[in-house]
């Protein structure tokens, strides 16, 4: 089930179109105002569908923190001021659809569903072998190569670069790694994430995997 955050102030309207994407089977966060969706950006819902025009922060700010956190977090703007302004702004912003108000909710509901199908479409099952800065990761058989010699990674350092890998671009939390990467039953310390990483920049030293101070960590990738 695909998880939406919907940002629109008109109380009223939130509902209606909460409603009609419930009743499609997403599950939809809603929220009425900009500063408390902006507290959630780290949640990386599936889509997020934005009004611009929120009564304390605008939805041109929230989008910016949206991208900047995971670029590739799709959005949709809603809006009835200038509608070729906004759609021409959302654009260079990042949105990957827009709205005009009015409109009916059976519209968003069709354009929502184009977008989660293509983000479907695209968590298909990546091919075996996927480069990186000129390393060859080969999932299939968990190996690592470097210009044709193996390098040796142990199993939860291969299984914490493919996660890095899924993730590209995505700030992921020490709690986020360990439990997708040691499980549930793990209950030593945290500090196993950071002992492991430190190993893989050691062996992997052209990745940029970037500390990012009092979260986590991300993968960036070209």
Same mark, same amino acid.
């Given at each position: 089930? =695909?998880?939406?955050?919907? @940002? +629109? &102030?008109?109380?009223?309207? %939130?509902?209606?179109?909460?409603?009609?994407?419930?009743? +499609?089977? $997403?599950?939809?966060?809603?929220?009425?105002?900009?500063?408390? =969706?902006?507290?959630?950006?780290?949640?990386?819902? !599936?889509?997020?569908?934005?009004?611009?025009?929120?009564? &304390?922060?605008?939805?041109?700010?929230?989008?910016? *923190?949206?991208? +900047?956190?995971?670029?590739?977090?799709?959005?949709?703007?809603?809006? *009835?001021?200038?509608?070729?302004?906004?759609? @021409?702004?959302?654009?260079?912003?990042?949105?990957? &659809?827009?709205?005009?108000?009015?409109?009916?909710?059976?519209?968003?509901?069709?354009?929502? %569903?184009?977008?989660?199908?293509?983000?479907?479409?695209?968590?298909? +099952?990546?091919? =075996?072998?996927?480069?990186?800065?000129?390393?060859?990761? !080969?999932?299939?058989?968990?190996t690592v190569f470097d210009d044709g010699q193996e390098i040796i990674l142990? %199993?939860?350092?291969?299984?914490?670069?493919?996660? /890095?890998?899924?993730?590209?671009? #995505?700030? @992921?939390?020490?709690?986020?790694?360990?439990?997708?990467?040691?499980?549930?039953? $793990? /209950?030593?310390?945290?500090?196993?994430?950071d002992d492991t990483i430190r190993r893989l920049r050691k062996k992997l =030293?052209?990745?940029?995997?970037? #500390?990012? $101070?009092? /979260?986590?960590?991300?993968?960036?990738?070209?």
């Amino acid at each position: 089930m =695909a998880t939406i955050y919907l @940002v +629109e &102030d008109e109380e009223h309207l %939130n509902q209606l179109l909460k409603k009609y994407l419930e009743k +499609e089977g $997403y599950k939809v966060v809603s929220f009425l105002e900009g500063e408390p =969706a902006l507290q959630k950006v780290q949640d990386l819902p !599936d889509l997020w569908i934005l009004d611009i025009m929120l009564p &304390d922060i605008d939805g041109y700010q929230l989008i910016k *923190a949206i991208k +900047e956190y995971n670029q590739e977090t799709p959005v949709i703007f809603m809006s *009835a001021r200038n509608q070729e302004l906004d759609r @021409v702004v959302g654009l260079e912003l990042g949105s990957d &659809d827009y709205l005009s108000k009015p409109f009916l909710p059976r519209e968003l509901v069709i354009r929502t %569903n184009k977008i989660i199908q293509r983000l479907h479409n695209n968590k298909e +099952e990546p091919s =075996a072998d996927f480069h990186l800065e000129d390393y060859l990761v !080969d999932r299939k058989q968990r190996t690592v190569f470097d210009d044709g010699q193996e390098i040796i990674l142990t %199993n939860k350092e291969f299984t914490l670069l493919l996660y /890095f890998i899924e993730n590209g671009n #995505t700030v @992921v939390s020490r709690e986020q790694i360990l439990e997708k990467v040691w499980g549930d039953n $793990y /209950f030593g310390s945290d500090r196993v994430v950071d002992d492991t990483i430190r190993r893989l920049r050691k062996k992997l =030293a052209r990745i940029n995997l970037e #500390t990012v $101070y009092g /979260f986590g960590y991300k993968l960036v990738v070209k």
